[in-house]
Nanobody, 121 residues
Framework: QVQLVESGGGLVQAGGSLRLSCAASGNIVRVGGMGWYRQAPGNERDMVAFMLRDGDPNYALSVKDRFTISVDNAKSTVYLQMNSLKPEDTAVYYC???????????????WGQGTQVTVSS
């Protein structure tokens, strides 16, 4: 199986920065892409940023020019650098990875446990 472990969430004042990390481990043959979603109370889980393997980063309009996603393929780790944070960025952030394991030729999506980001005004 595949496990994703997130770190880096916390409490920050508006205008501040945080960096999230998410490391995938387990029975991994190839990671096809990694990214981040977030979910605020009462809201649906929304895409924040993602990057396909060897592809360009993609961002939600609400975070473009403030957040930066990067992927270290050798470490199967995705990062999210969040700058100029706003109270509306407060949410639980979930990472995901599209992984091919040795059990199958198909690619499956695995999720992290979520990390809380709280931005105070």
């Amino acid at each position: 199986q595949v496990q994703l472990v997130e770190s880096g969430g916390g409490l920050v004042q508006a205008g501040g920065s945080l960096r999230l990390s998410c490391a995938a481990s387990g029975n991994i043959v190839r990671v096809g892409g990694m990214g981040w979603y977030r979910q605020a109370p009462g809201n649906e889980r929304d895409m924040v940023a993602f990057m396909l393997r060897d592809g360009d980063p993609n961002y939600a309009l609400s975070v473009k020019d403030r957040f930066t996603i990067s992927v270290d393929n050798a470490k199967s780790t995705v990062y999210l650098q969040m700058n100029s944070l706003k109270p509306e960025d407060t949410a639980v952030y979930y990472c995901y990875a599209k992984v091919r394991t040795s059990d199958s030729l198909a690619e499956y999506t695995f999720w992290g446990q979520g990390t809380q980001v709280t931005v105070s005004s």
